[in-house]
């Protein structure tokens, strides 16, 4: 019984395609997150949601724009992928204290 | 402008001895403080946390010391086993779910049987 999931786990694309990744949680979470860890290992946020709304958005380009249909979705779509997008993502969300809770992550290729 | 360090990027340490993983910190306005695991083609999984007004926080084998004047934390891992073999990323942040995590880079931790 996931708690949060990411789907897919494995994105290989080209150049130039628009691709998402979407993420669940059923733990009730008004907050949730996308992080992405570059191949320094560093793991960067790059978006917070709470409740469908809006909180944190860090230096990302505007070809990531992150969409919650409801308070347990946050999906990211990612328009004309370029290669230093290849990355893992990571969703995560909290229960509103500063604990994160994470998904499984999506290792994205860009060829 | 690494906010979170954690200098040390791996450790190895015998079965049934201690584990110390340390990290620093730079800025002061941080009020909360975690440690997550996380092991090959997985999400870090939660730990452990400390709040800064606290300086010791204990549960079961895992233990995280905080010492704000040195802007510095550790966790410890007493006894250590094969098992706790992963990546551990210390993380801080201003408290409350809407703030930012900043993560450490990680520490490679190896328990020896």
């Known amino acids: 019984d996931t708690a949060v999931s990411q789907t897919p786990k494995y994105l290989v694309t080209q150049m130039g395609n628009d691709k998402s990744i979407k993420c669940e949680q059923n733990l009730g979470h008004d907050t949730m997150y996308w992080y992405k860890q570059d191949s320094k290992k560093f793991l960067k946020i790059m978006f917070s949601y709470n409740n469908k709304e809006l909180i944190i958005n860090e230096t990302v380009p505007n070809r990531f724009s992150p969409k919650s249909p409801d308070k347990a979705h946050l999906n990211l779509h990612i328009n004309s992928l370029e290669l230093g997008d290849s990355a893992v993502y990571f969703c995560?969300?909290?229960?509103?204290?500063?604990?994160?809770?994470f998904g499984p992550g999506t290792r994205l290729t860009v060829l | 402008d690494q906010q979170v360090k954690q200098n040390s990027p791996s450790l190895s340490v015998q079965e049934g001895r201690i584990s110390i993983l340390n990290c620093d910190y730079t800025n002061s306005m941080f009020d909360y403080f975690l440690w997550y695991k996380k092991y090959p083609a997985e999400g870090p999984t939660f730990l452990i946390s400390?709040?800064?007004?606290?300086d010791k926080n204990e549960d079961g084998r895992f233990t995280v010391f905080l010492n704000k004047s040195a802007k510095h934390l550790s966790l410890h891992i007493v006894p250590s086993q094969p098992g706790d073999s992963a990546v551990y990323f210390c993380a801080a942040g201003p408290g409350g779910s809407q703030g930012n995590l900043i993560f450490g880079k990680g520490t490679k931790l190896s328990v020896k049987p």
């Open positions: 995560a969300s909290s229960p509103g204290d500063p604990t994160q809770y």
């Open positions: 400390i709040s800064s007004i606290k």
